[in-house]
Every structure is written in structure tokens, then in C-alpha cells.
């Protein structure tokens, strides 16, 4: 059935691979496409159904032989499997590839069932989802034995064995014992791989006896018997036999990054999400062999439809101009003397060294995200305590950068291939300087998220802006008049550490050797006061910690613990005592940091607010930048703030004013905390998070409401909705009833997309956020931490 | 407890509100002290007018903040500043239409009019006094969990209770039965305001009754004379007595978890007549202040269809 050679062979097919073969179906060129599952695109197949499919980005036109548009799941796939046909793409599917050897011109390709067939080019198409884990003994194909629970409702009476031990295991195998019978089978002796939440869960559920668990205990074999479908299973005391209805086996995925080493592709480092570099040709390390889509790096499915198309065309020795063309020349369109775009792309990485260790395609794509800049001679770039966080490389011209405005001294110049920006892209605080542009100034400025990747496929870029940071910080917070040798020693002897949330920096007594710049997170300073450890400060990034005991030779004061996963850069004590005895400007400044520590310390023990402070940290207020805070001794329980939130937002409430927890009468509703490192841009797709030059953590219209954002918030604050315009009329309320401003609550539309809402700090409004602005009795309030630990300190 | 950070609206902007609206009352009180109309203080001298004037004003301004507080988009100052404003200068209006009338009442629209005034600045007064004092009760009672959460918790222990009840017996767990069924949350209005519905007590004194009976019975069983001398029945004796120690046991989760549950029932029917008494006032508030502005529609006309 496998035809035994074939020019292109396609390992995939999704998005990228599909467009790809059927771009090779459409010029005739042999081809087969090889699909491990039954039906086409297995991750966009697994979607729920009628899940709405979104087509980011818009201005990037779409050039594959495969229709494509925003819309529905089935609209998706069913314009996918008619074009397929259409097109008489050659699909072999249960066509699970075991390994590729060979090299450009004959690969072997050797697949799960053993056949073997050969190909002068390798398209790779496998995604980063990977291959479901299966029961990894006889029967585990059987039809009664599943990987995937899509509704639990389904099954009714049944008795169901559930294989494995993480949260899906345990989340199907509660949601199945409503109506079932239910086994669940774990390995090991207890679920320690589960969320707290699930973990409780099948607790309970094991204790009251919902659910049967078989702990230490292994599936042997699944088969059909005689007297009806079986489950043999080891346990500690031997074997024994299940009668079964169904197993469902919930065994996680392997990541495919083993594969695709096998086949002698490299990795750029070890960082899990790091993707192989390709060529603009999407080749890999290995001649001929090719990758496209997420796997090389590009998650969305127009962009992966796009390679395909190209990747072909490129097999077949024509020059295509990649589909970013146009939107690269609009970039550069700025600058008036670029007439080619690659030309001046090479340009760029000759002059900005760190964009130097980029591939031409991670150059392409990231020029793509980021802007180039042209301002005047004078013009303000971003200024001290904005909140944004954008990284610049200065291309050509000059910029100044002033570190204190009220000290004009204070200031320093970068030129051709400096950047800065660094600092808050790290810390995801404020910035911490004014920069002006100078003369003929050209900047590329980038998002967050594309430096972010950056530093996560490319180890150069990340070891310049590292070395680049440490120095900036020693020099700004330690030495901004020093020149750069005078502290190379300091320097030489600092080294970044990472501290899990509570993990402690130093303890009290001990004796102080080192010094802690902190360059992300933040640090709580605690005290043994009678037996029990009072919670003293706050000490946010950028801020140091530890001087004291370097100052005063004295035994460490407080204890220093990390409030969230904290970095912070150790400097050595003896370099650093080594300096202050050279320099006294530097023994006066810390001297002057030590005398107002002492100071504050004194007014806090005299007022703890120990507790209290605690609390909040356990709220997440050691990495947020604003919390919504309601008094609960004030609060009506009106519900005026949500009921503004909705009204002012889509109809969609971003927070909830009952939900959350209380201390003494501080209520912390569930609402965004805007943190520093926002957890939920952490894997937007399309890049839809952005963080306002005020701090407001929010979402564009980019949306494509995956939900990625909602399950990685660890504060639950984000919610999947419809948003809709309308607004109820005040006065028709107020005269006939009806729909109140406020409650409004449209009918539900089946086809609207629903989109992640959260809050955006009322940015777009007037007059700040509509929760405070609507509550009538004071009781609500938001507060960056720093505020919160001044107002309690100083009372009102 | 710690105070927070939070202002009331009481003392908004330093009570910004409260010095107006004192003002604007000794202003009104030196005025009507130190004017002697000819015919006796009435609202129909220029004082009275000129107050009459400032009282219907403020009566609409103080109605208005309906509007404002569901506009939410709105940057007309914040809704805790006309809260504020809308207290005192409520409080302000009983001392100006009171010296608006020069203490002239009667039968008329005039007077309904002033009492039903009357009538809504006191609903209001209640209202303080309500908003200062419930809210802390309501969290002292809830503490950090919500009703909710609560609601599911009782519906779970339900669950638990029936399942240890159906290991003793049939008699046992009808009587949990019935009593889960007749779980009460809530009620009428008057349920709500006054009464926190009692979890019956007498539940668990039955529970405890035929418990105890079913224990005896098979103590009284366990020693059954004529049996006693074969070695056999002696290992039926200690299974029987494992058995009434295992029943006994289940008798006590039994008790303790339907405590639990009736005190979770307890504390919930507490938040809910707390937020009922937090609440009420605003039943009469509302509607009364819409009948004072018909009243005083119908209060200017009349005066000058009869000037």
C-alpha cells in the first residue's frame, strides 16, 4: 500500500504538513503524507466541538492550496478533508513514523507497523502536542481502550478503569463515578504528581467511596475473553483480572524533542521550550530534512500553512518571497534609504551584536514583532516609572540615558549596537531611567515576549543581556559614579540565584557574607519576635538586601525569604567590603541605605503588621503590582463593583467580589493582581497579553480564546466569555423594568467566540478603575503593594 | 482588629460634606431665627420660599444619586463622594423643611408631603446605622468561606450522613432522610428578618433515642444466657461485640456529622438574615422617596394654583 519511494515524504499532518502536501499534490510532485492517527490534524481534531477556530494574524495573507478562515472546528476540518481529496494528496494514515535515517536524497523513513519506505526529502510536520502515552502492554489498541475522554456524560452504567495518576486521570475519574463504576489505577502508592485541588478530590472520593483505587498496581494486559472484556492487572500481591466496560488511559504525552533528536536534529539548549533553528528554507542542521509549524517555532496555523506552501516551493530550487515580505517592507518604509529588505536585515545584524547570533528566519520573525523607530533628536523613548516593557537596540545614532532626573549629572550615552530596556523586561518592574534619543537615532524595539523567546532559543543572546544587566544594576544601585573597572572585581564575584517562593536567602544569625541584589521577584525581611516570626518588610526587584550584617560585622538581623520565585544576584561579601574600603563614596551610600533600614525597621516592629502582611504575600502581593482590596467591615455587599466591571466591560464581570479569601476583615476578591511577570503571557499564541505603559496587564482584540491564559492565572481571575456592545437603557429600566444596567446578561449566541476577559485596570476609561469609582461606601480600593504597606503602616 | 487603610464615606475628603450641610443648617436656623414675618414664620414668606426653593432642589439632587451610581461609566465624581454628599445633606434637609413649614401642619397634601420627608430621611438614618454595623457582623459570622461554598458543604455532609445511615438501618435512615428533606434555607421575608430558622434540635435527640435502643437490643442479644457455655458462641460474642463497636462507632460520625451540618445551616441562615436587615431599609427608602416626589409635585402645584 506505501508506495516504496517517494520525493517528499511529510511527517504530520497538521496545518503546516496538509499545506504542504497539498501544495506537492497540486505541482504533481510525488509525495506522501504520513499521519499516525485515522483523520487528519489530530490537535485541531481533539479540539471540543464546535469550538470556534481563529485565523491571527489578520494582515498576513494566507497562500496554501487549502482553504483557511476563522470559524468553526468542523467549517475547519471539513474544508481541510475536501481539499485533501480535491487535490488527491496521498495520505497514509495509523502511519506512526519509529524513526528517519539516512541523509538528502534517500532517507528512510521506518514506521510503528514496520513498514519501511524511502525519500529524497523529509518535510517534519509533528507539532510540540507529541504522542499520548498508551497502556504500553497487549490490548492497548483495543477499541475499548481509549486516551480521551471528551464528555463523561456519555457514559452511563458502565465500569470503567482508569489508568494513571496525574490531574486528567483523576479529574475524568471523578467526573465518570457519578454514573459508573470506577477503578482508578495508579503505579505508585499516592498522587503526587496531582494539583492540590485534585489531589483533595479523589481523597474524598476514595474515602467516601465513590471511586475504587488500586495503588501499586499495573495493567498487565487488556483482551477480549470469553466471558467478556478483561484487565489483567499486577499488584503488589500478584496478579489478578478486572472485568471491565472501558479503560480510559490518561498517561500524559512524550514530548516529540526525543524523536526529532534521533533523527540528528539539534536543539538550541535544554530549555524545554526551545525549538530547532531552521534556515529560511526551513532546513535543519540535517541537509534535506526540513521542519515547519510549532516545531520550528511558529504555533499559528496560517503561518504553519504558509511554510508548508513555501517549503515545497523551495524543494523545487524556486525562490519564493516569504509571505512577511510585504509587512517587512512596511517596516522598514520608516527608513528612507532601505530599497532591500534583505540588505538591510543583514545590516541590522551586523550592526546589533546581539541580533548577530540570530538564523535568518528568527531575525525575519523578529523584526516582524518588533518596530523600528525613528525619533527625533530630543524625543522621549519611555520615562522613568513607566510601566512598559519593550526592549530597544539602537541601530544607528545615539541615546541618553538619565538615571535620576532631579541629578543631570547622572547621565550616560549608548551608541550603535548598545540596547537597554533590559531591566524591566527582567525584573517586570518599572523602568528605571529616562531615556531621550539623540542625534539620527534608529531603534528596534521589541516586545516582551519575542525577547523572551529569544533568550530561550539563542544561549548567546541570553548571556550578553545577563552580563549587560549585571553590570548596569552593580553600577546603578551600588556605584553610578565608578567607573567600570573599579568594579570588575564585584562584578567578576556576582552570581545570579533563583529562590523557590519561600525559600530563605539567609537566615538570622548567621554570619552575613554576601549581598542580594534582587533582580526578579521579591523578599519579605521576618524576625523571631517571642517565638514566632514577624513579617518586618517588603522588598521588591531592583532593591537590595543583606547589607546590614556587611556594614555592622554583625551576625545577619532578620531573615530574608523569597515572597514568589525570586533571582537575585549574589554579590561576595569580601569583594564587596574590598570596594567600600577603596571607595567611600560607596561605604556612604550603602551606609545611607543601612541608616533608613534601621530606621524603618524600629517603626515596624513597633507597629507589626506581621500577619497581615503574610497574608497578602501568601495572595500573591510579593509579585503583583495593583490588588483590589475590599474592606469587608465597609463592604454593603452591594455588588456595585461588579455589576460597574460588567457594565463597563462587555457585560463580562473580570472579577468576582464574593470569591476569595478573607484575614480579619481584608477580603482580596478574586481580580487581577497585574503581576510583574504576568503568568498569564506566558504561552499567549498570538501574543494577545500586553502590559500598559501604567502597569495594566490586558487583552487586545488578538485574542483567539484558547484559554492558555485562564489555566496558567494561579489567582483563577481570568475568565472565557462572550463579550457583547449592548447596553441596557438606564431609564427604561428605571421606568418599565427589565434589564438592569449592570446584570445585563445578552442571550447567548452559539456562534459568538468566547475570549479570555480579565481585568484591565479600566485603562480605555475615564477616571480609573469602575469597581473603586462605583463603590459607594469606601470599602473597596486598589493598592500596589508598596502602597498597601505604607497606608498600613502610617494608618490613613 | 487591625484597621485597614480603607475611608468610609462617612469621612469622606475629611467630612468635606458634613461641614457643608452644617453650614447650610446653622445658616437656615440664624436666618428663620433673626426673619419675624408679620404673620408667624410660614413658607409662604420670602424665607420661606427661598428654603421651600433649597429643600425640592435637594430632594431631587438627593433622588438623583439613583441615577448616578448605576451610571458607571460616568466621571461625574464617585459614587462614595455622592454617597457621602447624599447622607449629610439628607440629614440637612429634615432641619430646612422642617423650618420650611414654620411648624405649621394640618391635613393637607402639604403635610404629606413633609411626613413622608420625614419618613425616608429616617428609613435613611436606619440605613447608617445598618450599613455601620452589619457588614462586620456578616463577616464575623461567615469568616473566610462563602455562602456557597457553605451551601455545597451541608448538601455533602447530607450525602455522607445518608450513606453512614443506610449501615444502620432502615429506621435510622429515614430519620436522616426526612430530615435532610426538610433542610430549610432561608424562608419568607419575615423568616429572613427575624428568625434564623432553628435546625431542629429534636432530630438528634431522636437519632440519639434509636440509636441507643438498637445498642441495647444487641447487648441483650450479646448475652443471650442460654448460649454462653460453648466456645463457639464466645467467638460470636466478640464478632457481635466488634460489630456493636463498629456501630457504635458509626453512630458517633453519624451525630457529629449532622452537628456539623446543622450548624453549617445555622450559619448560613445568619448570613442570610444578615444581608436581609442590611437590606431592608432600601424597601422603604425607594419607594417612599418615588411617593415624595409625586407628593412633591402635587406640594408646589397646589401652592400656586391657590396663591
Redesign the interface.
Same mark, same amino acid.
Given at each position: 500500500m506505501l508506495p516504496g519511494n517517494c520525493k517528499i515524504a511529510i511527517v504530520g499532518s497538521g496545518p503546516a504538513g496538509l499545506s504542504a502536501a497539498a501544495r506537492a499534490a497540486e505541482l504533481g510532485v510525488s509525495h506522501v503524507l504520513l499521519e499516525a492517527e485515522s483523520w487528519l490534524s489530530n490537535t485541531i481534531y481533539r479540539y471540543q466541538k464546535g469550538k470556534h477556530v481563529m485565523a491571527e494574524p489578520d494582515v498576513l495573507p494566507l497562500r496554501s492550496p487549502l482553504e483557511f478562515g476563522a470559524g468553526k472546528r468542523e467549517a475547519v476540518l471539513g474544508a481541510w478533508d475536501a481539499g485533501t481529496t480535491n487535490l488527491k494528496v496521498n495520505v497514509q494514515h495509523r502511519s506512526r513514523v519509529a524513526s528517519i535515517s539516512g541523509q538528502k536524497g534517500a532517507f528512510t523513513l521506518k514506521l510503528d507497523n514496520g513498514a519501511e519506505l524511502a525519500a529524497e526529502v523529509v518535510v517534519m510536520a509533528i507539532g510540540l502536542q507529541g504522542n499520548l502515552r498508551k497502556l504500553g502492554c497487549p490490548g492497548e489498541d483495543l477499541d475499548w481502550v481509549q486516551y480521551q475522554l471528551d464528555d463523561p456524560d456519555e457514559y452511563q452504567g458502565e465500569t470503567i478503569v482508569i489508568v494513571g495518576a496525574g490531574d486528567a486521570a483523576i479529574e475524568n475519574a471523578i467526573a465518570l463515578a457519578d454514573h459508573n463504576k470506577v477503578y482508578i489505577l495508579n503505579r505508585r502508592d499516592e498522587f503526587d504528581r496531582a494539583k492540590p485541588g485534585n489531589l483533595s478530590g479523589i481523597s474524598k472520593a476514595i474515602e467516601d467511596g465513590k471511586l475504587t483505587c488500586l495503588f501499586n498496581t499495573k495493567p498487565v494486559a487488556a483482551e477480549n475473553a470469553p466471558a467478556g472484556k478483561r484487565l489483567r492487572v499486577a499488584t503488589n500481591d500478584g496478579e489478578t483480572e478486572l472485568a471491565v466496560d472501558r479503560i480510559i488511559a490518561r498517561l500524559g504525552a512524550t514530548p516529540p524533542r526525543a524523536f526529532v533528536e534521533s533523527t540528528g536534529v539539534t536543539f538550541p539548549n535544554k530549555d524545554p521550550n526551545s525549538v530547532p533553528a531552521v534556515s529560511p528554507q526551513y532546513e535543519s542542521n540535517v541537509p534535506g530534512l526540513y521542519i515547519i509549524g510549532a516545531l520550528a517555532g511558529f504555533p499559528l496555523i496560517k503561518q504553519a500553512m504558509n511554510q508548508g506552501y513555501e517549503v515545497v516551493e523551495f524543494i523545487e530550487g524556486r525562490a519564493v518571497e516569504p509571505a512577511d515580505a510585504p509587512l517587512l517592507r512596511e517596516k522598514f518604509s520608516i527608513l528612507s534609504d532601505v530599497k532591500n529588505i534583505d540588505e538591510a536585515l543583514e545590516t541590522m545584524r551586523r550592526r546589533v551584536p546581539i541580533l548577530g547570533q540570530l538564523t535568518p528566519l528568527q531575525l525575519r520573525e523578529f523584526m516582524i514583532d518588533s518596530d523600528i523607530r525613528a525619533p527625533h533628536d530630543g524625543e522621549i523613548i519611555f520615562e522613568l516609572n513607566d510601566y512598559s516593557d519593550t526592549f530597544f537596540s539602537v541601530v544607528s545614532g545615539t541615546v541618553v540615558i538619565e538615571a535620576d532626573p532631579n541629578d543631570p549629572s547622572k547621565k550616560f550615552t549608548l551608541g550603535k549596537g548598545d540596547f537597554f530596556g533590559e531591566m524591566s523586561l527582567i525584573s517586570g518592574r518599572r523602568r528605571s531611567a529616562t531615556v531621550k534619543a539623540g542625534e539620527k537615532c534608529v531603534l528596534i524595539e521589541s516586545p516582551r515576549r519575542s525577547m523572551n523567546k529569544l533568550i530561550n532559543s539563542v544561549a548567546a543572546v541570553k548571556r550578553i543581556i545577563d552580563e549587560v544587566f549585571l553590570r548596569r544594576i552593580i553600577q546603578g544601585r551600588i556605584a553610578p559614579t565608578l567607573p567600570p573597572e573599579e568594579l570588575a572585581d564585584l562584578v567578576s564575584s556576582a552570581e545570579v540565584r533563583q529562590f523557590r517562593a519561600g525559600e530563605t536567602l539567609f537566615s538570622e544569625g548567621d554570619a552575613g557574607d554576601a549581598l542580594h541584589l534582587i533582580r526578579k521577584g521579591s523578599v519579605t525581611i521576618s524576625r523571631e519576635i517571642g517565638g514566632k516570626d514577624i513579617v518586618l518588610a517588603y522588598v521588591p526587584a531592583g532593591q537590595y538586601v543583606g547589607e546590614m550584617a556587611l556594614v555592622s560585622d554583625l551576625p545577619r538581623s532578620a531573615t530574608a525569604r523569597a515572597a514568589v520565585a525570586t533571582e537575585t544576584i549574589r554579590l561576595d561579601g569580601g569583594a564587596f567590603k574590598a570596594l567600600m574600603m577603596r571607595r567611600t563614596q560607596v561605604r556612604d551610600r550603602v551606609q545611607e541605605v543601612y541608616r533608613t533600614r534601621v530606621a524603618q525597621n524600629v517603626v515596624s516592629q513597633s507597629k507589626p503588621m506581621g500577619d497581615i502582611l503574610e497574608f497578602m504575600m501568601s495572595q500573591g502581593l510579593g509579585e503583583a503590582t495593583d490588588v483590589l482590596l475590599i474592606d469587608e467591615a465597609l463592604c454593603v455587599r452591594c455588588d456595585q463593583c461588579e455589576k460597574a466591571c460588567a457594565d463597563t466591560h462587555g457585560n463580562v464581570s473580570r472579577l468576582k467580589r464574593e470569591a476569595g479569601p478573607t484575614f480579619d476583615k481584608l477580603h482580596v476578591p478574586t481580580s487581577c493582581r497585574h503581576c510583574e511577570h504576568p503568568h498569564c503571557m506566558k504561552d499567549c499564541p498570538p501574543d494577545a497579553i500586553k502590559r500598559a505603559p501604567n502597569g495594566e496587564v490586558h487583552i487586545t482584540d488578538a485574542c483567539i480564546g484558547c484559554g492558555n491564559c485562564e489555566r496558567n492565572c494561579p489567582y483563577g481571575v481570568i475568565q472565557m466569555g462572550v463579550q457583547s456592545k449592548e447596553k441596557p437603557s438606564l431609564w427604561r429600566w428605571m421606568m418599565f423594568g427589565g434589564e438592569e444596567p449592570g446584570r445585563y446578561h445578552p442571550k447567548k449566541d452559539k456562534n459568538a467566540a468566547k475570549k479570555a476577559a480579565k481585568c484591565d485596570m479600566c485603562k480605555d476609561l475615564d477616571g480609573g478603575p469602575a469597581c473603586v469609582r462605583a463603590c459607594p461606601t469606601g470599602a473597596a480600593m486598589r493598592a500596589s503593594p508598596e502602597q498597601f504597606v505604607k497606608m498600613y503602616r502610617g494608618g490613613h | 482588629?487591625?484597621?485597614?487603610?480603607?475611608?468610609?464615606?462617612l469621612?469622606?475628603e475629611r467630612y468635606r460634606y458634613l461641614k457643608f450641610a452644617s453650614l447650610l443648617c446653622l445658616l437656615s436656623i440664624v436666618a428663620y431665627w433673626w426673619h419675624e414675618p408679620q404673620d408667624g414664620p410660614n413658607g409662604g414668606t420670602w424665607l420661606g420660599y427661598t428654603l421651600g426653593t433649597i429643600g425640592a432642589l435637594l430632594i431631587v439632587w438627593l433622588a438623583w444619586l439613583? +441615577?448616578r451610581?448605576?451610571?458607571?461609566?460616568s466621571?461625574l465624581g464617585? +459614587?462614595?463622594g455622592?454617597?457621602s454628599a447624599h447622607v449629610y445633606l439628607g440629614l440637612a434637609l429634615l432641619t430646612i423643611a422642617t423650618l420650611h413649614t414654620g411648624f405649621q401642619f394640618g391635613w393637607n397634601i402639604h403635610t404629606v408631603a413633609f411626613v413622608l420627608m420625614a419618613i425616608v430621611v429616617l428609613s435613611g438614618i436606619f440605613g447608617i446605622a445598618a450599613?455601620a454595623r452589619?457588614?462586620?457582623l456578616?463577616?464575623e459570622n461567615m469568616?473566610?468561606a462563602?455562602?456557597?461554598t457553605l451551601i455545597d458543604e451541608i448538601l455533602d455532609l447530607n450525602?455522607?450522613s445518608l450513606?453512614i445511615a443506610d449501615l444502620l438501618g432502615p429506621e435510622v435512615h429515614r430519620i436522616i432522610s426526612r430530615s435532610t428533606e426538610r433542610i430549610r434555607i432561608g424562608g419568607g421575608l419575615r423568616d429572613q428578618l427575624f428568625r434564623p430558622l432553628p435546625q431542629g434540635r429534636g432530630l438528634l435527640d431522636e437519632l440519639r433515642r434509636v440509636l441507643a435502643d438498637k445498642q441495647r437490643a444487641a447487648a441483650a442479644e450479646a448475652y443471650d444466657p442460654d448460649s454462653s457455655s460453648t466456645v463457639i458462641f464466645m467467638a460470636g460474642e466478640m464478632a457481635q461485640a466488634r460489630k456493636s463497636g463498629d456501630a457504635a462507632e458509626k453512630a458517633r460520625q453519624l451525630m457529629e456529622l449532622i452537628s456539623r451540618r446543622n450548624a453549617l445551616i445555622t450559619r448560613v441562615n445568619r448570613d442570610i438574615q444578615l444581608?436581609a436587615q442590611?437590606q431592608i431599609w432600601l424597601y422603604f427608602h425607594v419607594p417612599l422617596s418615588i411617593a415624595l416626589l409625586a407628593a412633591l409635585v402635587a406640594h408646589i402645584v397646589s401652592v400656586f394654583l391657590y396663591w
Amino acid at each position: 500500500m506505501l508506495p516504496g519511494n517517494c520525493k517528499i515524504a511529510i511527517v504530520g499532518s497538521g496545518p503546516a504538513g496538509l499545506s504542504a502536501a497539498a501544495r506537492a499534490a497540486e505541482l504533481g510532485v510525488s509525495h506522501v503524507l504520513l499521519e499516525a492517527e485515522s483523520w487528519l490534524s489530530n490537535t485541531i481534531y481533539r479540539y471540543q466541538k464546535g469550538k470556534h477556530v481563529m485565523a491571527e494574524p489578520d494582515v498576513l495573507p494566507l497562500r496554501s492550496p487549502l482553504e483557511f478562515g476563522a470559524g468553526k472546528r468542523e467549517a475547519v476540518l471539513g474544508a481541510w478533508d475536501a481539499g485533501t481529496t480535491n487535490l488527491k494528496v496521498n495520505v497514509q494514515h495509523r502511519s506512526r513514523v519509529a524513526s528517519i535515517s539516512g541523509q538528502k536524497g534517500a532517507f528512510t523513513l521506518k514506521l510503528d507497523n514496520g513498514a519501511e519506505l524511502a525519500a529524497e526529502v523529509v518535510v517534519m510536520a509533528i507539532g510540540l502536542q507529541g504522542n499520548l502515552r498508551k497502556l504500553g502492554c497487549p490490548g492497548e489498541d483495543l477499541d475499548w481502550v481509549q486516551y480521551q475522554l471528551d464528555d463523561p456524560d456519555e457514559y452511563q452504567g458502565e465500569t470503567i478503569v482508569i489508568v494513571g495518576a496525574g490531574d486528567a486521570a483523576i479529574e475524568n475519574a471523578i467526573a465518570l463515578a457519578d454514573h459508573n463504576k470506577v477503578y482508578i489505577l495508579n503505579r505508585r502508592d499516592e498522587f503526587d504528581r496531582a494539583k492540590p485541588g485534585n489531589l483533595s478530590g479523589i481523597s474524598k472520593a476514595i474515602e467516601d467511596g465513590k471511586l475504587t483505587c488500586l495503588f501499586n498496581t499495573k495493567p498487565v494486559a487488556a483482551e477480549n475473553a470469553p466471558a467478556g472484556k478483561r484487565l489483567r492487572v499486577a499488584t503488589n500481591d500478584g496478579e489478578t483480572e478486572l472485568a471491565v466496560d472501558r479503560i480510559i488511559a490518561r498517561l500524559g504525552a512524550t514530548p516529540p524533542r526525543a524523536f526529532v533528536e534521533s533523527t540528528g536534529v539539534t536543539f538550541p539548549n535544554k530549555d524545554p521550550n526551545s525549538v530547532p533553528a531552521v534556515s529560511p528554507q526551513y532546513e535543519s542542521n540535517v541537509p534535506g530534512l526540513y521542519i515547519i509549524g510549532a516545531l520550528a517555532g511558529f504555533p499559528l496555523i496560517k503561518q504553519a500553512m504558509n511554510q508548508g506552501y513555501e517549503v515545497v516551493e523551495f524543494i523545487e530550487g524556486r525562490a519564493v518571497e516569504p509571505a512577511d515580505a510585504p509587512l517587512l517592507r512596511e517596516k522598514f518604509s520608516i527608513l528612507s534609504d532601505v530599497k532591500n529588505i534583505d540588505e538591510a536585515l543583514e545590516t541590522m545584524r551586523r550592526r546589533v551584536p546581539i541580533l548577530g547570533q540570530l538564523t535568518p528566519l528568527q531575525l525575519r520573525e523578529f523584526m516582524i514583532d518588533s518596530d523600528i523607530r525613528a525619533p527625533h533628536d530630543g524625543e522621549i523613548i519611555f520615562e522613568l516609572n513607566d510601566y512598559s516593557d519593550t526592549f530597544f537596540s539602537v541601530v544607528s545614532g545615539t541615546v541618553v540615558i538619565e538615571a535620576d532626573p532631579n541629578d543631570p549629572s547622572k547621565k550616560f550615552t549608548l551608541g550603535k549596537g548598545d540596547f537597554f530596556g533590559e531591566m524591566s523586561l527582567i525584573s517586570g518592574r518599572r523602568r528605571s531611567a529616562t531615556v531621550k534619543a539623540g542625534e539620527k537615532c534608529v531603534l528596534i524595539e521589541s516586545p516582551r515576549r519575542s525577547m523572551n523567546k529569544l533568550i530561550n532559543s539563542v544561549a548567546a543572546v541570553k548571556r550578553i543581556i545577563d552580563e549587560v544587566f549585571l553590570r548596569r544594576i552593580i553600577q546603578g544601585r551600588i556605584a553610578p559614579t565608578l567607573p567600570p573597572e573599579e568594579l570588575a572585581d564585584l562584578v567578576s564575584s556576582a552570581e545570579v540565584r533563583q529562590f523557590r517562593a519561600g525559600e530563605t536567602l539567609f537566615s538570622e544569625g548567621d554570619a552575613g557574607d554576601a549581598l542580594h541584589l534582587i533582580r526578579k521577584g521579591s523578599v519579605t525581611i521576618s524576625r523571631e519576635i517571642g517565638g514566632k516570626d514577624i513579617v518586618l518588610a517588603y522588598v521588591p526587584a531592583g532593591q537590595y538586601v543583606g547589607e546590614m550584617a556587611l556594614v555592622s560585622d554583625l551576625p545577619r538581623s532578620a531573615t530574608a525569604r523569597a515572597a514568589v520565585a525570586t533571582e537575585t544576584i549574589r554579590l561576595d561579601g569580601g569583594a564587596f567590603k574590598a570596594l567600600m574600603m577603596r571607595r567611600t563614596q560607596v561605604r556612604d551610600r550603602v551606609q545611607e541605605v543601612y541608616r533608613t533600614r534601621v530606621a524603618q525597621n524600629v517603626v515596624s516592629q513597633s507597629k507589626p503588621m506581621g500577619d497581615i502582611l503574610e497574608f497578602m504575600m501568601s495572595q500573591g502581593l510579593g509579585e503583583a503590582t495593583d490588588v483590589l482590596l475590599i474592606d469587608e467591615a465597609l463592604c454593603v455587599r452591594c455588588d456595585q463593583c461588579e455589576k460597574a466591571c460588567a457594565d463597563t466591560h462587555g457585560n463580562v464581570s473580570r472579577l468576582k467580589r464574593e470569591a476569595g479569601p478573607t484575614f480579619d476583615k481584608l477580603h482580596v476578591p478574586t481580580s487581577c493582581r497585574h503581576c510583574e511577570h504576568p503568568h498569564c503571557m506566558k504561552d499567549c499564541p498570538p501574543d494577545a497579553i500586553k502590559r500598559a505603559p501604567n502597569g495594566e496587564v490586558h487583552i487586545t482584540d488578538a485574542c483567539i480564546g484558547c484559554g492558555n491564559c485562564e489555566r496558567n492565572c494561579p489567582y483563577g481571575v481570568i475568565q472565557m466569555g462572550v463579550q457583547s456592545k449592548e447596553k441596557p437603557s438606564l431609564w427604561r429600566w428605571m421606568m418599565f423594568g427589565g434589564e438592569e444596567p449592570g446584570r445585563y446578561h445578552p442571550k447567548k449566541d452559539k456562534n459568538a467566540a468566547k475570549k479570555a476577559a480579565k481585568c484591565d485596570m479600566c485603562k480605555d476609561l475615564d477616571g480609573g478603575p469602575a469597581c473603586v469609582r462605583a463603590c459607594p461606601t469606601g470599602a473597596a480600593m486598589r493598592a500596589s503593594p508598596e502602597q498597601f504597606v505604607k497606608m498600613y503602616r502610617g494608618g490613613h | 482588629m487591625a484597621t485597614t487603610p480603607h475611608a468610609s464615606f462617612l469621612r469622606y475628603e475629611r467630612y468635606r460634606y458634613l461641614k457643608f450641610a452644617s453650614l447650610l443648617c446653622l445658616l437656615s436656623i440664624v436666618a428663620y431665627w433673626w426673619h419675624e414675618p408679620q404673620d408667624g414664620p410660614n413658607g409662604g414668606t420670602w424665607l420661606g420660599y427661598t428654603l421651600g426653593t433649597i429643600g425640592a432642589l435637594l430632594i431631587v439632587w438627593l433622588a438623583w444619586l439613583g +441615577v448616578r451610581k448605576r451610571r458607571y461609566s460616568s466621571t461625574l465624581g464617585t +459614587v462614595k463622594g455622592w454617597l457621602s454628599a447624599h447622607v449629610y445633606l439628607g440629614l440637612a434637609l429634615l432641619t430646612i423643611a422642617t423650618l420650611h413649614t414654620g411648624f405649621q401642619f394640618g391635613w393637607n397634601i402639604h403635610t404629606v408631603a413633609f411626613v413622608l420627608m420625614a419618613i425616608v430621611v429616617l428609613s435613611g438614618i436606619f440605613g447608617i446605622a445598618a450599613y455601620a454595623r452589619l457588614p462586620t457582623l456578616i463577616t464575623e459570622n461567615m469568616g473566610d468561606a462563602d455562602r456557597e461554598t457553605l451551601i455545597d458543604e451541608i448538601l455533602d455532609l447530607n450525602q455522607q450522613s445518608l450513606k453512614i445511615a443506610d449501615l444502620l438501618g432502615p429506621e435510622v435512615h429515614r430519620i436522616i432522610s426526612r430530615s435532610t428533606e426538610r433542610i430549610r434555607i432561608g424562608g419568607g421575608l419575615r423568616d429572613q428578618l427575624f428568625r434564623p430558622l432553628p435546625q431542629g434540635r429534636g432530630l438528634l435527640d431522636e437519632l440519639r433515642r434509636v440509636l441507643a435502643d438498637k445498642q441495647r437490643a444487641a447487648a441483650a442479644e450479646a448475652y443471650d444466657p442460654d448460649s454462653s457455655s460453648t466456645v463457639i458462641f464466645m467467638a460470636g460474642e466478640m464478632a457481635q461485640a466488634r460489630k456493636s463497636g463498629d456501630a457504635a462507632e458509626k453512630a458517633r460520625q453519624l451525630m457529629e456529622l449532622i452537628s456539623r451540618r446543622n450548624a453549617l445551616i445555622t450559619r448560613v441562615n445568619r448570613d442570610i438574615q444578615l444581608h436581609a436587615q442590611m437590606q431592608i431599609w432600601l424597601y422603604f427608602h425607594v419607594p417612599l422617596s418615588i411617593a415624595l416626589l409625586a407628593a412633591l409635585v402635587a406640594h408646589i402645584v397646589s401652592v400656586f394654583l391657590y396663591w
